[in-house]
């Protein structure tokens, strides 16, 4: 557990702290932690909510009838509790700042269904935190369902130790091509992430799904000895480390599509090419995605930082508007589900009069190379005609819209961290230094968006080291020659969709992910409900139509599910 220290309830974020706002909904005082959720989300959270009519006060007093927190046990936040109270008051009695005994403690799940529903929704027990009477192993019976979709799997969750050992095995099996064994172990650590408490012994798993033999195996093993002797081995194996190294970044981060990396990737290693400078010096023709995959090879490994990703679509949008004005463009993918990286940026774009989206990306990808943005693109056509489609086809991942892989040229400013939004940028997730900006000042030297461009005599970057803790500066090793110093921009992998605005709820959905989410989502409508999802439409099997809808919400309704938003489609 992590250390609670005594600390004095944050009060100076705002200052309309007191209680004299008129509230809609007078008996519902809320009271949000700001303990692991930081308080930048904690200050966004109560804009959101005092928004909405809600009273959200940022002092403990005893007017707090609901506490909400977020990635906190029940017995972390009694312990916060007591420490602000000096432990007065746990029985319900009279505390001096607080009433711990009779306020609710609940999880951030229940403020954003309330945020969404616009009312405080009635409490649930999934909307309470967990508390242990008293320590031990008792068990806790949970029932859990067992589609992912029909789950809350909020981005940070109780058991990371379990899914990072079965995400490892997920991942050398997808390496492998076997999808299948890749989906049991992506299903198992799923429902781990969506379990509102720690696993602390296999008994609490009795009665779950999706634990299949395997999966519970690598768990119990590791619950009982910390580490899984298949996780360890295949960790450290040579064949795994290789084939994620060529394969995912040279090939997947390019293409996306699962197994045309792998098989190559494969043949290679069999041949001796194990890294990526193997592979340049292997004489293999390479297509030009896999030699944009080997250039930038080094950044491309880099997580994308939030603040780049809004960077970015600051650029995107400006191209947008440019090119077509009036359109809109939506941030999909893991970043819109609340994660603060990626290993790219997704966008979506369309515009609310039907058919004007049409050979849109060739003009926002003319806009883009003019400015010098892109240092590889690779644009396909929309290929979806729904009378052509047949609801006969099968639910696939693929979908046809009119898409543009890229990777964006990304300016950096090396010498400060202040982004042009005027927020300094998280360093915690990795060794991301880079601040973001929109000036781009040499447009063309690197493009390598024209397939006979010459202009860019940059060697590999083998390896791209950050000097220092909060250090600005990147050095270089390239070849045999280190040059250190700050550059002045970084490369990025950037995927643009247009849909047209009546498909745009589904691609909304099934681009918004997670991989395994959108999965369980298609598995569920096929099976239990007779009908196929896609990131064009749904079809109806049974009445034989197709059902339209304008919203997230409505796809989930016409699915028969509860509406789940973005940030708990983290499965
Ligand atoms: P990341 O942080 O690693 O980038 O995580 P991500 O943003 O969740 O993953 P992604 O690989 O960028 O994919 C974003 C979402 O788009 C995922 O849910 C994935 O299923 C979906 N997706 C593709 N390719 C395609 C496609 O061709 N069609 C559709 N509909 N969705 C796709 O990756
Ligand atoms: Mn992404």
Redesign the pocket.
């Known amino acids: 557990m992590v250390p609670l220290k005594r600390r004095k309830v944050n009060c100076s974020v705002t200052s309309d702290s007191s209680g004299d706002r008129t509230s809609k909904f007078p008996g519902v005082v809320i009271f949000l932690l700001e303990r692991k959720m930081g308080a930048s989300r904690r200050a966004f959270l109560t804009r959101l909510g005092r928004g909405k009519g809600f009273n959200i006060e940022y002092s403990l007093s005893r007017s707090i009838t609901h506490i909400v927190s977020e990635n906190n046990s029940g017995e972390e936040v009694r312990t916060w509790l007591d420490l602000q109270t000096g432990g007065q008051g746990r029985e319900g009695g009279e505390g001096r700042t607080a009433r711990p005994g009779s306020v609710h403690l609940l999880d951030i799940v229940w403020y954003t269904e309330s945020m969404h529903a616009g009312i405080p929704v009635i409490i649930l027990d999934r909307h309470r935190l967990q508390e242990r009477e008293k320590p031990g192993l008792e068990l806790t019976v949970v029932s859990v369902p067992s589609y992912a979709c029909q789950r809350h799997t909020p981005l940070l969750h109780h058991n990371t130790i379990l899914t990072d050992a079965l995400s490892i095995l997920a991942e050398n099996a997808e390496l492998s091509e076997n999808e299948g064994r890749g989906v049991a172990f992506r299903r198992a650590a799923a429902l781990l992430k969506s379990l509102p408490q720690e696993v602390r012994g296999a008994e609490q798993l009795r009665g779950l799904p999706c634990l299949g033999e395997h999966s519970l195996r690598v768990i119990k093993e590791v619950l009982e000895d910390g580490v899984s002797h298949e996780v360890e081995t295949t960790t450290h194996s040579e064949q795994f480390k290789a084939m994620k190294c060529v394969c995912v970044c040279v090939f997947q981060a390019l293409t996306?599509?699962f197994g045309v990396g792998a098989k190559t990737a494969d043949r290679w290693f069999r041949e001796g090419i194990h890294t990526p400078s193997n592979l340049q010096r292997s004489g293999h023709t390479l297509n030009r995605a896999q030699r944009a995959g080997l250039k930038y090879y080094d950044e491309l490994n880099l997580?994308?930082t939030k603040p780049e990703a809004v960077a970015i679509g600051q650029i995107v949008e400006r191209a947008v508007h440019a090119v077509l004005p009036g359109a809109e463009m939506t941030l999909?993918?893991?970043?819109?589900?609340g994660?603060q990286?990626?290993?790219?940026?997704?966008f979506l774009i369309t515009h609310p009069d039907e058919g004007r989206e049409e050979g849109l990306m060739p003009k926002v990808v003319s806009w883009l190379e003019a400015q010098g943005f892109l240092l590889y693109q690779k644009t396909t056509g929309n290929s979806y005609l729904e009378s052509k489609e047949g609801p006969a086809r099968p639910a696939?991942?693929?979908?046809r819209?009119e898409?543009c892989f890229s990777i964006f040229r990304l300016s950096t400013d090396n010498e400060g961290r202040e982004i042009q939004t005027g927020r300094e940028i998280q360093t915690g997730e990795g060794p991301q230094t880079y601040s973001p900006t929109l000036t781009n000042t040499d447009p063309h030297t690197h493009s390598d968006t024209h397939p006979h461009s010459k202009t860019d005599s940059h060697p590999l970057p083998q390896t791209l080291v950050v000097v220092g803790d909060h250090a600005q500066k990147v050095s270089w090793v390239l070849g045999n020659s280190q040059c250190s110093g700050p550059r002045s921009w970084r490369a990025v992998?950037v995927?643009l969709?247009v849909s047209p605005y009546s498909q745009f709820a589904f691609?909304l959905l099934?681009?918004?992910?997670?991989?395994l989410?959108?999965?369980e989502l298609r598995r569920w409508a096929i099976h239990e409900k007779a009908m196929t999802l896609?990131?064009?439409a749904l079809y109806d099997r049974k009445r034989m139509q197709y059902l339209r809808a304008s919203s997230e919400e409505e796809i989930f309704a016409h699915l028969g599910l509860e509406y789940i938003p973005p940030c708990d489609r983290n499965a």
């Open positions: 996306g599509i997580p994308v999909i993918g893991g970043f819109r589900r994660k990286t990626g290993h790219d940026v997704d696939s991942n693929m979908d819209f898409r992998r995927d969709v691609a099934g681009w918004t992910g997670s991989k989410f959108e999965r896609s990131s064009h």
